[in-house]
């Protein structure tokens, strides 16, 4: 079974500039996070997404994060415009589980590293 | 606000010794907590879910254990090896329909010197 994809695997930019991360997931998992990862720091939810529609965006920084899923399959989130303090691992995870069960193991793809100068 | 600590000073142990993690939380109640490895320039890898009706799981050389009262779990691998030097994170999940994202805490770094 093939992972999670996850693309470019590295990207720099300047403030100010956008920037788009592309995520495809393993095949049939209804549900998809995206998560920023700080140098040494653990993952924070961005934002959760069931088949196309959003479960939790409360953490997205919605004046310049955006995120769309719009088939229910891959998934880009898009910076607009970037900001220093989001150099970070954007990481993109997928789990198969329906909400109404309780357990779940997500999987995670190798994650985009973005370096905003 | 919810905490999750683990301890950020990396945990140097020897080949062949138990290597025990700490998760301590605060201000939650959890219906599960996961462990999962990072390793360098890659995403986190699932380890272990524990319920918060259990007080211990197993697998292999890895035990974790959770303890509500206390708000804390431990993770333990035995018979350590210099190829299980990694971030380990743990991360907790509320109960219920609907959110089923994890807050991670920050990691512990272990490394196992042969």
């Known amino acids: ?117 | 606000s919810q905490k999750i600590e683990q301890n950020s000073e990396a945990l140097n142990i020897q080949e062949g010794k138990t290597a025990t993690l700490t998760c301590n939380y605060t201000n939650y109640s959890p219906a599960y907590l996961q462990w999962y490895r990072q390793d360098p320039g890659r995403g986190p890898v699932f380890l272990l879910l524990i319920r918060e009706n259990e007080k211990e799981k197993r697998k292999e050389r890895l035990k974790v254990t959770f303890d509500t009262t206390l708000k804390q779990s431990l993770f333990h691998i035995t018979a350590s090896q210099p190829a299980d030097s990694a971030t380990y994170l743990c991360a907790l999940a509320p109960g219920g329909a609907g959110r089923r994202a994890l807050t991670f805490g920050s990691g512990t770094r272990l490394q196992v010197q042969p």
């Open chain 1, 1 to 117: 079974e093939a992972g999670v994809a996850q693309s470019p695997r590295y990207k720099i930019i300047e403030k100010r500039q956008s920037v788009a991360f592309w995520c495809n997931p393993i095949s049939g998992h209804a549900t998809l996070y995206w998560y920023q990862q700080i140098l040494g720091q653990g993952p924070k939810l961005l934002i959760q997404f069931q088949n196309n529609g959003v479960v939790d965006d409360s953490q997205l920084p919605k004046d310049r994060f955006s995120a769309e899923r719009l088939k229910g399959v891959d998934s880009t989130l898009k910076i607009q415009p970037a900001k220093l303090e989001d150099s970070a691992v954007y990481l993109c995870a997928s789990s198969s589980q329906r909400p109404e069960t309780i357990q779940e193991t997500q999987y995670f793809g190798p994650g985009t590293r973005l370096l905003v100068l």
